[in-house]
C-alpha cells in the first residue's frame, strides 16, 4: 500500500511547538497523512519530559496512524534529526563522540537545513548522518527544494554515495502543514518497515511543483528543473524574515493574515 508521511515534525514538546502529539495526529488522518517523524527540539527538554514524548507517541499509534519518536539536536551550528530515537542524552551535543552516542541508537540520521551551519559538513559529521534535508519548508517553502543544498549533496555523495536525499516541514504551527511531503510503498505502518524505506532512499518526496526520488540520481537535471522557482523562493523568505527581524526590534510585526497568505503561497 502507499503511505504519506511526514519527516521533521514538531509538537508542544518543543519549546516552539504549537500543537499537541493528540492534534496532530488529528489533524494528519484528516488530511491523509499516515506517518509523522516526531524531531523534537531537545533545547529545554529532560530525561522525564522524553519518556513522556516516546510513551505518548506510542500510545497514540495504531493501524490507522504512525508517529515515530525523535529529537533535533544541536551540534555546533548544526541541527541534526535523530528519527526513530528513544533515548535520551543532552540537550545538545558539543563534539562528535557525544553526537555518536545519538546516532548509534537512532533509525534514521538526518542534516537538518544545512543552511543553518552554512552548507558545511566534515568528514565526522558525515559520518554519522544518513541522509541530508535538501528541502526545508521553513527555509526554502512548499515548492521547491534549494539549488545550493543539492549541490551540496552532489559533493556530499563523492565521499558517501549512498547519502540520501529528504525534504522536511519543519512543522510548528498549523499553517506549516503541507510539502515536501514522503510516500512509500509498505505493506504496514510499522516503525521498523517505515524506517528501512527511509534508509534506502526508496520514498518519493513532492508538492505541486517538484517531485524526486530519496536516491535523486539524477541532480543535474533536477537543478536545471528547479532553479528560477527555487532562487525566487529562496529570496522571498529570506527576505520576509529579516523584515520581521527588524519590525521586532521596533516592536512591531507583520499582519498575522499577510504571513499566512505567503506562508501559503510559497
Not at 13 to 30: A, F, H, P, V, W
Not at 50 to 57: D, G, I, L, R, T
Not at 118 to 136: P, S
Not at 138 to 155: A, C, D, M, N, T
Request: glycine share 6%; hydrophobic share 40%; aromatic share 10%.
Amino acid at each position: 500500500m502507499k503511505l504519506t508521511g511526514i519527516v521533521h515534525c514538531h509538537s508542544t514538546y518543543s519549546y516552539d511547538g504549537k500543537m499537541t502529539l493528540k492534534e496532530l495526529r488529528e489533524l494528519c488522518i484528516q488530511k491523509g497523512v499516515e506517518f509523522v517523524c516526531m524531531t523534537e527540539h531537545t533545547d529545554e527538554m529532560d530525561a522525564q519530559e522524553a519518556k513522556n514524548f516516546v510513551e505518548e507517541c506510542e500510545a497514540l499509534s495504531d493501524e490507522q496512524f504512525r508517529f515515530i519518536p525523535g529529537f533535533e539536536v544541536p551540534y555546533h551550528s548544526a541541527h541534526i534529526l535523530m528519527v526513530g530515537m528513544r533515548s535520551f542524552h543532552d540537550i545538545y551535543a558539543p563534539d562528535i563522540e557525544t553526537l555518536r552516542k545519538w546516532s548509534i541508537e537512532a533509525s534514521f540520521v538526518v542534516l537538518a537545513h544545512p543552511v543553518r551551519n552554512k552548507f558545511t559538513v566534515d568528514d565526522g559529521l558525515l559520518g554519522e548522518i544518513d541522509a541530508l534535508e535538501v528541502w526545508n519548508q521553513q527555509y526554502e517553502g512548499k515548492q521547491v527544494p534549494r539549488i545550493r543544498s543539492l549541490r551540496l549533496l552532489r559533493s556530499l555523495r563523492e565521499k558517501k554515495k549512498n547519502l540520501v536525499a529528504t525534504g522536511g516541514v519543519d512543522f510548528h504551527r498549523i499553517e506549516h502543514f503541507g510539502a515536501p511531503l514522503l510516500t512509500l510503498d509498505a505493506d504496514s505502518l510499522e516503525e521498523t518497515v517505515i524506517i528501512e524505506k527511509l534508509k534506502t532512499g526508496a520514498f518519493t518526496v513532492s508538492s505541486a511543483h517538484a517531485e524526486f526520488y530519496g536516491t535523486l540520481p539524477d541532480i543535474p537535471e533536477k537543478i536545471s528543473a528547479y532553479r528560477v522557482r527555487s532562487f525566487f523562493n529562496v529570496f522571498v523568505i529570506t527576505f520576509g524574515k529579516r523584515v520581521n527581524a527588524l519590525l521586532a526590534l521596533l516592536g512591531l510585526s507583520l499582519p498575522k493574515s499577510l504571513k499566512e497568505k505567503i506562508r501559503k503561497t510559497i
